[in-house]
């Protein structure tokens, strides 16, 4: 036979997936491993997906996604100031991100991915023919102008943010992600914001999106995480009109629609209420913050699911296995940078499973010269 495609060759599985099929296996194990929101979709929810099934709403809709739900991102994304053009409903807001890359992305273009990064931000722009740069944030995670205008060439197209950011659980705040918007005027570079974390901010200041700073901003966001329905995979697009009409060309050919039970069900999630599990949330990173903070070097999190220590001894990997042996299933953080110092703990779980990872971990840690 002849060899498969030279991308799978330049790609690597997910490391957050093999550390989940790990914890599969294990199920007496502690599963702290992947962003999957451990509450269930809200009975309101369900039923407006039920009562779609139920009315045969199970057909191919609009690539675009249905009228109704878009004009309801719409109204939500105005009444957050954001400044777009236009909106498409997506295949979760990894599938918004795919179609992103596609339309920005040529063959021998550069992206810059502030580093520590989701894990398939490198890998889809690599799928797309492009080349991922890496701007450095260590060692507490924050935007730099001279971070990023260095790593600036002709070939350079967009910067590609995560914000609140998996896996450190940083929120950046205007000024920083006003310098990024000046930095992309000035270049003339696309931003790529996935803000799907948007409603977890657990500080008192108001969650800033690059949407209502630079007019070339495409954001990403989502009903996911929101509303504990990742296996329903859909997210949606903020943008302008020519962005959004080229994503639906490639939409049109890969994904043809984003499921239409779920863009019927997500009507009813526009207004649904999610505080009582953002609340909950929070007090889940103090307890892994206040738990581990004596032994661990860490940033306190400001949002998103997720704590990322620094490792004892500066090899997560190491550190990692030894947790994994204690049947507690964590991800390095080599993962989602290329730096191997810190791993990422998943707080979607509840707190009794967290306080005795915690627990563990620290033995771990003080045994570790």
């Not at 009228?67 to 957050?80: P, Q, T, Y």
């Amino acid at each position: 036979m002849r060899p498969l495609s030279i991308r799978i060759q330049q790609i690597r599985p997910s490391g957050i997936r093999r550390i989940f099929d790990l914890a599969c296996a294990n199920p007496n194990g502690i599963d702290l491993s992947i962003g999957d929101p451990d509450y269930d979709v809200p009975v309101p929810v369900k039923e407006e997906a039920m009562s779609a099934i139920k009315n045969g709403m199970n057909s191919y809709v609009s690539t675009r996604g249905i009228d109704e739900l878009r004009r309801g991102i719409v109204h939500k994304l105005h009444a957050s100031n954001l400044c777009f053009e236009d909106v498409l409903v997506t295949s979760g807001a990894t599938g918004g991100y795919y179609l992103s890359m596609l339309t920005l992305v040529s063959p021998g273009d550069e992206v810059l991915i502030v580093d520590p990064y989701f894990v398939a931000y490198a890998n889809v722009v690599i799928m797309c023919g492009g080349t991922p740069k890496f701007i450095d944030t260590y060692p507490d995670f924050h935007l730099r102008e001279e971070a990023i205008v260095p790593l600036i060439s002709a070939k350079t197209k967009a910067i590609v943010i995560n914000n609140p950011n998996n896996p450190t659980g940083v929120v950046y705040s205007r000024e920083e992600l006003q310098v990024v918007a000046d930095i992309a005027e000035k270049y003339g570079l696309y931003i790529i914001s996935d803000e799907i974390y948007d409603q977890f901010v657990f500080t008192p200041e108001r969650f800033v999106s690059l949407g209502q700073l630079s007019k070339s901003a495409i954001v990403i966001s989502g009903f996911s995480k929101t509303m504990g329905m990742t296996g329903w995979r859909l997210g949606y697009v903020s943008a302008s009109h020519e962005i959004i009409d080229a994503m639906a060309t490639f939409q049109q050919y890969s994904y043809v629609c984003a499921n239409s039970v779920a863009q019927h069900a997500a009507i009813k999630a526009l207004s649904t209420d999610i505080s009582a599990n953002v609340a909950e949330y929070k007090q889940r990173r103090d307890l892994v913050y206040d738990g581990l903070k004596e032994l661990f070097v860490m940033r306190k999190p400001e949002g998103a699911f997720y704590v990322f220590p620094q490792a004892p001894g500066g090899d997560a990997e190491k550190f990692v296995n030894m947790a994994i042996e204690q049947n507690v299933f964590i991800i390095p953080g080599n993962v989602f940078s290329l730096k191997n110092s810190h791993f990422r703990i998943s707080i979607a779980a509840d707190a009794n499973k967290l306080g005795r990872a915690v627990e563990i971990l620290n033995r771990i840690a003080k045994s570790i010269d």
